[in-house]
Each structure stands twice: as structure tokens, then as C-alpha cells.
């Protein structure tokens, strides 16, 4: 079953052409390149940076 409070995030488009303040979210969340993948504690902050930059993620639920 898959930890609660946790959501996995997936860089699939570049940052190349973006905002400054989305690199930096992207940053922030802990992805480097595209298509990396990782796992994040689901809290309110995090939840903020991923609707600004949801654009560019993909977010599942993190497997068992």
C-alpha cells in the first residue's frame, strides 16, 4: 500500500522557456532534468508549488 501523505512527481517538459519563479519551484520540489522522478511529503507549501508549475509535472500516487 502506498505511504500516506506522500505524492510522486514527474518532471515531463522542460524548464528551458519557463519563469524564473516556476525553475525555481521546480528546483525547490527536488527535480533536476526531465522525466526525473521523486516522492515529496504532501503539505500545504508543496501543494502550492505544484499547482504553479503543474504544467510541466506529472503527479501519481507513489507505489508500494
Do not use: C, F
Not at 26 to 49: A, F, Q, Y
Not at 52 to 64: H, I, R, W
Amino acid at each position: 500500500m502506498a505511504e500516506k501523505g506522500k505524492i510522486r512527481l514527474t518532471l515531463v517538459k522542460s524548464i528551458a522557456s519557463t519563469k524564473q519563479e516556476h525553475r525555481a519551484s521546480v528546483r525547490g520540489l527536488g527535480l533536476k532534468w526531465t522525466n526525473h522522478t521523486v516522492e515529496v511529503i504532501d503539505t500545504p507549501s508543496t501543494r502550492g508549488m505544484v499547482n504553479q508549475v503543474g504544467y510541466l509535472l506529472k503527479v501519481t500516487e507513489p507505489s508500494a
